[in-house]
């Protein structure tokens, strides 16, 4: 019995879920979990379906969706279950987020392949290899930030990678590398967006008194920290706690939020529609 997940988008019109449905029937599938939503000012429809069925490959099942679906003109794709998303993660010098989705893989809490991390720095390849996980040191600097990114595209082209993770990555991905990987590419914001832009944002918070701090994962654009939000958290602090309890807690926030984001897009659980996402719960 094979299990697969089909997600869809397209303009909102009359029996979509109808020719989604006999689709799965004819290829002997039984539906197992089906969330859908269309936007009201985009008029964009979108829809996840995951069913099991015992008959045809994954090439042949899509090939009945895609005839049954064509007159809508659909972005659709169907992944079989048993066939993990896969991602690239980057990394600087701060190991929490790292840590936490090593951890969860480790558990099988984490449905995603990580064949590769990639990092600016080496500080980190202890971690990383003692996970059994290949470790790219790819030193960055003003002159040669497209060097390194050629080999991130080397890497993402070997591993068929689907998303690139930006795990506390302490560098800015050049604008042609966030158009090209849009929608691929997540990162981890120290900080409950909108907020404190820039640098220490935690001493922002703290000098303006604030209640709640947080952070926010949201896919890469070319706008810095303005890309659409997947995750969000947040924790409710006091005037007694210092700098350093912010900076703690922070982190701890930051890697659960991460690791929260990376369960939704290994299940295809997140949906882009415009600049902002739709996200079917688990």
Request: proline share 4%.
């Amino acid at each position: 019995m094979a299990i697969f997940i089909m997600t869809l988008r397209c303009a909102d019109q009359p029996g979509i879920v109808l020719a989604t449905s006999s689709a799965i029937v004819s290829v002997g599938g039984n539906i197992l979990e089906n969330d859908q939503f269309t936007d009201p000012t985009t008029g964009t429809f979108v829809m996840r379906t995951r069913f099991e069925t015992t008959v045809g490959t994954q090439p042949e099942v899509l090939a009945v969706l895609e005839d049954h679906l064509s007159r809508f003109a659909p972005t659709l794709s169907l992944r079989d279950e048993n066939t993990p998303r896969r991602a690239l993660l980057a990394v600087s010098k701060y190991d929490h987020c790292l840590a936490e989705i090593l951890y969860r893989k480790s558990q099988g809490d984490l449905p995603l392949d990580i064949p590769a991390v990639v990092s600016n720095h080496d500080d980190l390849r202890g971690m990383v290899e003692e996970a059994g996980i290949p470790f790219h040191f790819v030193p960055v600097t003003a002159d040669t930030k497209i060097e390194a990114e050629a080999t991130w595209r080397g890497l993402i082209a070997e591993h068929d990678i689907d998303y690139v993770v930006l795990a506390r990555y302490m560098q800015v991905m050049s604008a042609d590398f966030c158009q090209d990987f849009s929608g691929r590419t997540i990162n981890i914001h120290h900080s409950f967006l909108p907020g404190f832009k820039g640098a220490r944002p935690y001493h922002q918070a703290h000098a303006r008194g604030v209640k709640l701090i947080g952070a926010t994962a949201h896919f890469v654009t070319a706008d810095l920290d303005e890309g659409p939000i997947i995750e969000q958290d947040v924790v409710r602090v006091s005037h007694a706690r210092t700098v350093d309890d912010f900076v703690a807690l922070g982190r701890d926030v930051e890697r659960t939020v991460l690791a929260r984001a990376l369960h939704l897009v290994a299940e295809d659980r997140v949906a882009l529609v415009g600049q902002r996402t739709v996200i079917f719960s688990q």
